[in-house]
T-cell receptor, first 112, second 115 residues
Framework: GQQLNQSPQSMFIQEGEDVSMNCTSS?????WLWYKQDPGEGPVLLIA?????ELTSNGRLTAQFGITRKDSFLNISASIPSDVGIYFC????????????FGTGTRLTVIP | DTAVSQTPKYLVTQMGNDKSIKCEQN?????MYWYKQDSKKFLKIMFS???????INETVPNRFSPKSPDKAHLNLHINSLELGDSAVYFC??????????????FGSGTRLTVV
C-alpha cells in the first residue's frame, strides 16, 4: 500500500539548533503538506506545497517540494521548546482515491 | 469557536460494547473524514464523506459505521468493540473532496480504550 517514509523517526536537539527532516515516497505527488501534531491534539497544517521545486516559508519553517515529486523536506530554524511535537508529511496520491496519505512521522524533542 | 469538534475526548469501554463518537465542523466544508491513529502514531484514513455521501471506505471492519445526517456532521458508530480498536480517532474536514490542496482541518481526537 501507499507509504510515505519520513526520516529521521525521532530527533533530540538543543534549543536554538536548526532541524531538517524529509519525506519520501515511491509514488509521485502533486501536493505536499506538512503538519504538526502537539500532544493530545490533532494535526495542524503548517505548510502546503503545490509545485515541483517550490520552496515555501512560514516563519522559521521552510519546506521544499522535491523536483522528482517523490520527496519533500522541512527545515526549522532556531528551534524553540514549543516546536516539540510530531511532524507529518502528507499528500493525495496521484491517480488514486481522493484522500490524504500521511507519513510515518518525525518526533521532535527540543531540550531547553 | 472550535472549527472541528469531537466528543467525547476520552472513551473507556469494555469489549463487546457499542459506542459512538460525534463530530461537527462549522467551517462550511463539503467533505469530512475519519482517521485512526495507532500506538505508533500512524494516521490512516477510514472513511470520507462528501455532502453526506460516502466516497471512501478503506479496509475497515463493517463493525464501524459512519453516519452523516448533514454535511456538518459525521458520526462514527462502532459495534462489538474489540481490544484492537483502541486508538485515537480523528475527525477532519476539507473544502474540496480529497486533493487536500487547502489541507484538512482536524479535530482534537477521541482516545478510545477498550478493556
Amino acid at each position: 500500500g501507499q507509504q510515505l517514509n519520513q526520516s529521521p523517526q525521532s530527533m533530540f536537539i538543543q534549543e536554538g539548533e536548526d532541524v531538517s527532516m524529509n519525506c519520501t515516497s515511491s509514488s509521485i505527488f502533486n501536493t505536499w503538506l506538512w503538519y504538526k501534531q502537539d500532544p493530545g491534539e490533532g494535526p495542524v497544517l503548517l505548510i502546503a506545497l503545490y509545485k515541483a521545486g517550490e520552496l515555501t516559508s512560514n516563519g522559521r519553517l521552510t519546506a521544499q517540494f522535491g523536483i522528482t515529486r517523490k520527496d519533500s523536506f522541512l527545515n526549522i530554524s532556531a528551534s524553540i521548546p514549543s516546536d516539540v511535537g510530531i511532524y507529518f508529511c502528507a499528500g493525495p496520491k496521484v491517480g488514486g482515491a481522493n484522500n490524504l496519505f500521511f507519513g510515518t512521522g518525525t518526533r521532535l524533542t527540543v531540550i531547553p | 469557536d472550535t472549527a472541528v469538534s469531537q466528543t467525547p475526548k476520552y472513551l473507556v469501554t469494555q469489549m463487546g460494547n457499542d459506542k459512538s463518537i460525534k463530530c461537527e465542523q462549522n467551517l462550511g466544508h463539503d467533505t469530512m473524514y475519519w482517521y485512526k491513529q495507532d500506538s505508533k502514531k500512524f494516521l490512516k484514513i477510514m472513511f470520507s464523506y462528501n455532502n453526506k455521501e460516502l466516497i471512501i471506505n478503506e479496509t475497515v471492519p463493517n463493525r464501524f459505521s459512519p453516519k452523516s445526517p448533514d454535511k456538518a456532521h459525521l458520526n462514527l458508530h462502532i459495534n462489538s468493540l474489540e481490544l484492537g480498536d483502541s486508538a485515537v480517532y480523528f475527525c477532519a474536514s476539507s473544502q474540496e473532496a480529497g486533493q487536500g490542496r487547502g489541507g484538512y482541518t482536524f479535530g482534537s481526537g477521541t482516545r478510545l480504550t477498550v478493556v
